[in-house]
């Protein structure tokens, strides 16, 4: 298929001096006639400098030419963004959305990144597929995206855990959401059999041993990091709490509160770093908005200038709850406890730990 608009006038390569054969861009690399583009085409403000990057930024990223070589082109006359030409500077793109073309030839520019937020029902695998001959519903089976067979779970929820996933096709973000150097907060709501006592609170705020297994075998184990605990709603038979870690160990929060007593009936993810489960029906997605998009990216940045030690943030100082959760009450309130805080500093005394095969420190020998 000839494409009119990818002819490149000999006049304006001459002037070019060379350039366009020169660059891999303009070599063929790219092939032009295959280019689809990811929207139609709207006018806008160049001058809007929220938009994304520098125009000439944005060429010479994409391999076109020195920065200040672009600077050139664009001031010669040779860049059009989104049909318009420009040649005035400033000019701001969003490299993902606009269509920028240099002497009639399309710039390839880097693949949309994508952040999707899914209320993950029950019954789902977090993984983006199945092990071989089982057919169970995935999170991206639940996620009608035209990317989405790119998109990957950040994290892992267990199959019955309900509540906030993220998808995403960048991988340096979902490293540093996951990563626990960077110790972003993942809060969940959790309801457990039983009214959960302050001793057991406390024991769950301080850490609790729980064992490393690989292969079916124990090898070892660690005391959790420190979690904010949130007291929600309590009664004689159930109580429901806040729980924020900022480490994912596998089944982290089921066993933690198993080696005090108290079993988890429900599990939900409600908050991940800046961003909170809102807006979405169980089973239901929608893309992050710009705003939620930039604080997460923010959150992981600066959380990971220095690695996180026992949890804590950066400065080695102990994080404040990012989420405070809605005063929730799905069961009559008891007026003494519930939404009370459990202050850290009530009693920094070490309470004995309970005498489970988790939740107590190994013996030297074991
Ligand atoms: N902790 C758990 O025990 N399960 C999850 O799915 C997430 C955190």
């Excluded at 990144?113 to 597929?129: C, D, E, F, G, Q």
Aim: with cysteine; hydrophobic share 35%; aromatic share 4%.
């Amino acid at each position: 298929m000839e494409c009119n608009s990818c002819v490149v006038n000999d006049e304006l390569s001459a002037r070019l001096g060379g350039l366009l054969q020169i660059l891999p861009v303009f070599r063929g690399a790219v092939r032009i006639d295959s280019w689809v583009p990811r929207k139609p085409t709207k006018p806008v403000d160049l001058r809007d400098s929220t938009r994304g990057v520098r125009l000439q930024r944005a060429m010479a990223d994409a391999g076109v030419a020195s920065r200040r070589g672009c600077e050139e082109l664009i001031e010669d006359g040779h860049v059009t963004v989104n049909g318009k030409l420009v040649t005035e500077l400033p000019a701001w793109v969003d490299p993902e959305e606009d269509r920028i073309v240099v002497a009639g030839k399309v710039v390839p520019m880097p693949e949309r990144k994508v952040y999707v937020m899914l209320n993950k029902p029950a019954r789902t695998l977090s993984t983006a597929k199945d092990e071989p001959g089982a057919d169970r519903r995935t999170v991206v089976d639940l996620v009608d995206h035209p990317a989405a067979s790119r998109l990957f779970p950040v994290g892992r929820l267990d199959y019955d855990t309900i509540g906030l996933i993220l998808l995403t096709n960048d991988g340096e973000l979902a490293n540093r959401l996951t990563h626990p150097r960077y110790g972003v907060p993942k809060t969940y709501r959790v309801t457990v059999k039983g009214a959960l006592n302050e001793d057991a609170a406390k024991e769950i705020e301080r850490g609790i041993f729980l064992a490393q297994r690989k292969a079916g075998q124990t090898v070892g184990g660690s005391r959790t990091a420190h979690v904010e605990i949130e007291i929600l709603a309590k009664e004689r038979t159930k109580t429901v709490v806040a729980l924020t870690l900022r480490e994912g160990r596998n089944r982290q929060v089921r066993r933690m509160l198993a080696a005090v007593g108290y079993p988890v009936q429900k599990l939900e993810r409600i908050g991940m770093g800046p961003v909170k489960l809102k807006g979405l029906a169980r089973g239901e997605w929608r893309e992050l908005t710009r705003h939620e998009i930039q604080d997460l990216k923010r959150s992981a940045a600066s959380s990971g200038d220095a690695p996180s030690k026992q949890g804590r943030s950066g400065d080695g100082k102990k994080p404040k709850m990012p989420y405070m959760a809605p005063g929730v009450a799905e069961m009559p309130p008891n007026p003494g406890i519930r939404n009370r805080t459990i202050k850290n500093a009530i009693n920094k005394a070490r309470l004995p730990v309970t005498p489970k095969l988790e939740g107590r420190p190994p013996k030297k020998d074991e």
